[in-house]
C-alpha cells in the first residue's frame, strides 16, 4: 500500500474512536514515517493516550506502555540483569524493547528516569551491564505530558526534550466533536480496529522519505526561521541544527502522505510550533509565550 493511501486507511480506523484532532492524528503519522519521537501535551482526559493506542492498534506492531510515576526507575524503563538459580547471569528486557513505545506523563517521572530515556530515544539502543542492545525496528516512543500547573509533574529537561521530533499541543474538543465522542464511546465495545500496515510498511515509508527532494528555497526559510529564532529578543535560547533537521525529515513525511514528490514552504509553516515550541526558551519578563514568538516569526518571513 503507498504512503498516501496507508495514511487514509490509518485516519479512517483511527476515526472510529476519536472525534476531531485531525491535524494531531496527522502530525502523529508524520512522526512514524520521519522516524522520531512525540511530546503530547495536554491537560489529563483529552485522548492523548487513547490517539496511541488506536494508532497503534491499526499497526501490525508490538506495543509498550510505561506509566510515569514519582517513583519510577530507570530499570523500570530499559530492563536490569540479575542471577539466575545456577549463578547465570540474565537480562530481563524492559518495555522500550517494543515498536511503538507510550510513556504516559513523562513529566511525573523523577529526572534521573527522564535520563534513562536520552540514550533510548536517540541511540535506539540500552546499555544494561557491559552489554549494548540494540531497540526493535521500527521504534517510535510517543510520550504524553499534563501542563506544569499539574500537581506532581516536573519540567522536562531541553537536553531530553530535544530529543523529540516534535511536540504536539493537544487541546480541548470543540462541542460538536465532544458530542461526537460521546456517541463513539457509547459505541465502542462493538468497534474493532482493524491491522492496515505492518513494521515492514513503516521501515518502507521511512526509506521513501528520503527520495522526497527539498527545494533551495525551502532549505533557506528552515534555516532562516531557525535563525529568527536565536536572535529574537524574547528568546534565552533558539533552536538548535536538531530543529532544522526535524522540519527536514517532517516535511519530507507530509509531502510522502500527501503523495507529493518535494516539500514545501506551507509544509514548513505547517510545522512550526510542532518542531520549535519545546525547543526555544522564553524570557518570563518576554510578555510573549512561545507559540506567540514562533507565530510572529512565520508572519514576518518571507
Not at 75 to 100: A, M, S, W
Not at 113 to 128: G, K, P, S
Not at 214 to 222: F, L, Q, S
Request: aromatic residues 4%.
Amino acid at each position: 500500500m503507498d504512503p498516501q493511501s496507508a495514511y487514509q486507511a490509518v485516519l479512517k480506523e483511527v476515526r472510529k474512536k476519536i472525534s476531531g484532532k485531525s491535524d494531531v492524528i496527522e502530525l502523529m503519522f508524520i512522526a512514524l514515517v520521519a522516524n522520531g519521537h512525540c511530546l503530547l501535551e495536554g491537560v489529563p482526559g483529552v485522548a492523548k493516550t487513547t490517539m496511541t493506542k488506536t494508532l497503534s492498534d491499526s499497526i501490525q506492531a508490538e506495543f509498550g506502555r510505561i506509566q510515569g510515576t514519582p517513583d519510577l526507575t530507570p530499570r523500570d524503563i530499559v530492563g536490569y540483569t540479575y542471577l539466575d538459580e545456577n549463578n547465570n547471569i540474565q537480562l530481563k528486557k524492559g518495555p522500550v524493547f517494543t515498536n511503538i513505545l507510550l510513556v504516559d506523563e513523562l513529566n511525573r517521572s523523577p529526572p534521573r528516569t527522564m535520563a534513562a530515556l536520552l540514550e533510548t530515544l536517540e541511540e535506539r539502543q540500552v546499555t544494561l551491564g557491559n552489554a549494548t542492545l540494540p531497540l526493535y525496528k521500527p521504534f517510535i516512543a510517543f510520550a504524553t505530558q499534563n501542563p506544569l500547573n499539574i500537581e506532581g509533574t516536573v519540567p522536562i529537561p531541553k537536553v531530553l526534550a530535544d530529543r523529540f521530533l516534535m511536540r504536539i499541543a493537544v487541546g480541548y474538543p470543540t462541542m460538536e466533536e465532544e458530542e461526537a465522542m460521546l456517541r463513539i464511546k457509547e459505541r465502542e465495545m462493538k468497534v474493532e480496529t482493524q491491522k492496515i500496515i505492518g513494521t515492514e510498511d513503516i521501515i518502507s515509508y521511512q526509506d521513501m522519505v528520503n527520495d522526497i527532494i527539498m527545494p533551495d528555497e525551502v532549505a533557506k526559510y528552515i534555516t532562516q526561521m531557525v535563525n529568527a529564532t536565536r536572535t529574537d529578543i524574547h528568546v534565552i535560547m533558539g533552536g538548535s541544527p536538531r530543529a532544522e533537521i526535524s522540519f527536514m525529515r517532517c516535511g519530507k513525511a507530509k509531502a510522502l502522505i500527501e503523495g507529493r514528490k518535494e516539500m514545501n514552504i506551507d509544509d514548513v509553516k505547517f510545522l512550526a510550533r510542532p518542531v520549535l515550541s519545546h525547543r526555544i526558551a522564553v524570557k518570563s519578563t518576554g510578555g510573549l509565550g512561545v507559540n506567540g514568538i514562533i507565530d510572529g516569526i512565520v508572519a514576518t518571513l518571507h
